[in-house]
């Protein structure tokens, strides 16, 4: 598809392909807005537009438009310019008071958003009315193609927004740790209740602690806090990422006859919800391949699907498993009545890091 601006008339016409898209007629000179501002580029124009070489779009060009991103939703608002030589982006990232359910205000964290991204080189503004606030992210786009450059900032945000949230989250309260967890969508509901789970093994354990999780546009965050010793939350930790490693472990030892009545219980209480976690991911596995696959496909790919370590592919920050000295180590560990080896979850977590990195 061959893409043409052209100025004739005092009009700037876009063009596809010899087929008129759009005529832009030019505007008073009042310093306003820019020669050729419009309201009239909408989305599929606008990809258009944005999927030229920046030293191709005259200058003078100006409009903004709802922005979809699907990497992050909350990039949704774009406002467009080319005033010298460079193309303008100012890109909005947007959150609503209403929907607003972090341990922190808005306002703070907007503050400190916006100071993570000065910090790595954009110029920032914060934007604020009735329903909503938004971080107005600016920069400048001199060659290449310009969507390349608005969704490697998208990138950038995203990382920075993720990264913020937990950050602050910890700041707020010395004995809480938060995991955030980006689960395929058909399997967020499933894996989410294996989370909150959590709080009950821990009770097991003789420790009490609150345990929630919030799914925020495709985000699964897992808060953790002990409410009366403190001191345990490294040791909560360990514990949470050898919980995430059970439903991995080859098998689950028998009872012991031997074993106490609180070790049975312990047992039986982590079997039932690894059981259960693990059956209802099979489930859903065989829902999803039977929409896709034949049954003779579907056979011959359960295998595989089985070995898939979602709980922990989901997890951002993977690395982080080799800190805390100890929370997992390549010798046997003893949790209670259970002994296993979790090599391969270090493994799997060393995995996952290089495929994120």
């Known amino acids: 598809m061959t893409i043409k601006f052209i100025e004739k008339n005092e009009h700037l016409k876009i063009e596809q ?18 020669k050729y501002y419009t309201e009239d580029v909408d989305k599929e124009l606008s990809l258009i537009i944005c999927n030229s070489p920046a030293g191709d779009i005259p200058k003078g060009l100006e409009y903004s438009w709802e922005f979809e991103s699907k990497e992050f939703p909350n990039a949704n608002w774009l406002a ?20 607003w359910n972090q341990p ?9 958003y916006k100071n993570e991204m000065s910090n790595i080189g954009f110029k920032t503004e914060i934007n604020k ?20 450059r608005i969704d490697e900032v998208i990138h950038e945000a995203k990382k920075e927004y993720q990264s913020l949230v937990v950050k602050l989250a910890r700041a707020g309260s ?34 009490n602690a609150d345990v929630s999780a919030e799914n925020n546009r495709h985000q699964t965050s897992l808060i953790v806090s002990p409410k009366e010793a403190p001191e345990l939350l490294i040791k909560i930790e360990q514990l949470f990422y050898q919980y995430l490693s059970l439903p991995y472990i080859e098998y689950l030892p028998a009872q012991a006859v031997s074993a106490s009545v609180e070790d049975k219980y312990l047992l039986q209480m982590l079997f039932s919800q690894v059981e259960n976690f693990k059956n209802q991911i099979q489930m859903k596995d065989a829902i999803i391949e039977m929409k896709e696959l034949s049954i003779a496909s579907l056979k011959d790919n359960l295998h595989e699907k089985e070995k898939k370590i979602l709980l922990i592919q989901s997890m951002k920050n993977a690395k982080d498993i080799e800190m805390f000295g100890g929370a997992i180590s390549l010798g046997e560990i003893k949790l209670g009545p259970l002994k296993f080896d979790p090599k391969k979850l270090l493994d799997a977590f060393k995995a996952s890091s290089l495929d994120e990195a």
């Open 174 to 207: 010395e004995n809480i740790f938060v995991k955030v967890f980006n689960f395929p969508k058909e399997y967020e509901s499933i894996c989410t209740q294996y989370l909150v789970w959590f709080g009950e093994f821990l009770l097991n354990l003789g420790i």
């Open 104 to 112: 922190f205000t808005i306002q703070e964290f907007l503050e400190c």
């Open 129 to 148: 009315e009735e329903g909503w606030a938004s971080l107005d992210i600016i920069f400048f786009v001199l060659d290449g193609i310009v969507l390349h």
């Open 80 to 99: 467009f310019k080319k005033e010298n030589e460079s193309v303008q982006v100012k890109l909005s990232i947007t959150f609503s008071w209403e929907e």
């Open 17 to 34: 392909d010899g087929k008129e898209l759009l005529s832009i007629p030019c505007q008073s000179s009042d310093g306003s807005v820019l």
